[in-house]
């Protein structure tokens, strides 16, 4: 049986290409076609596609709304995402709001055939030219994160320590500012250093400048 597919795309020569590409495909059918997010949503309601391919960038309503309207009236249907935007923010904007794949408008059809056949599959696509780009985007959201709750693990008391370290102030000096014994200063001195994974006086003293506790 095959999957029924709306091409909701503005540009009538970009939008004539993915039918004319997909017509010569024996597993879908063109069931309608929209020049505007509002008619997209319409095409939606009517027909009950299997799939939109969803230009992002539109007149009257954007891709990006568009998106996030049917997927939240029509969960069940597939979106894919046709754009030439490639920075992190718009990929992950167009995720967020739910896009089951992400395919750039200057990949080659048998890319775009890939990314529709896995997104009818049930699994999520992305571009490979624009995979690397959204991974090291992830993995420094993971490492902002970490710092963070690092950071919020530390107690006051560790704060003031790490402040002063930050400072050059011995332990011995530590002690007396905040009266506490050296032993005392050095055992809160170790549990910072495990709480970030820091090893060094210097890596600490880098972490006090950037949390903005020692003015470099």
């Known amino acids: 049986m095959k999957k029924k597919i709306i ?27 929209a020049e505007d997010g509002l008619e997209a949503i319409k095409c939606v309601e009517k027909y009950s596609p299997e799939l939109v391919l969803l230009d992002l ?5 954007s891709g990006l709304s568009a998106l996030k309207d049917i997927k ?9 995402a046709l754009t030439f935007h490639a920075s992190e923010e718009y990929i992950l904007e167009a995720f967020e709001h739910g896009a089951d794949g992400y395919c750039l408008k200057n990949d080659s059809h048998t890319e775009l055939l890939i990314a529709i056949n896995s997104v009818l599959a049930g699994k999520s696509y992305i571009s490979p030219s624009v995979s690397g780009k959204v991974l090291e985007g992830y993995l420094e959201g993971r490492k ?4 963070e709750s690092s950071w919020k693990r530390l107690t006051q008391r560790e704060k003031e ?13 530590i002690g007396e500012i905040l009266s ?10 170790s549990n ?11 890596a600490l003293t880098a ?10």
């Open 57 to 61: 960038a539109m007149p009257t309503m």
């Open 192 to 202: 910072i250093m495990n709480k970030l994974n820091l090893h060094s006086a210097s």
């Open 207 to 216: 972490y006090a400048i950037e949390k903005g506790l020692v003015i470099s």
């Open 180 to 189: 506490i014994s050296p032993k005392t200063v050095d055992k809160h001195r």
């Open 72 to 80: 939240n009236r029509f969960p069940d249907t597939k979106i894919l």
């Open 7 to 33: 091409i909701a795309e503005d540009q009538t020569l970009v939008r004539q290409g993915l039918r004319s590409l997909l017509e010569s495909e024996e597993n879908v059918e063109i069931v309608a076609e």
């Open 144 to 147: 902002r994160l970490k710092d």
């Open 161 to 173: 320590v790490l402040k002063l370290v930050g400072e050059s102030y011995s332990s011995t000096d």
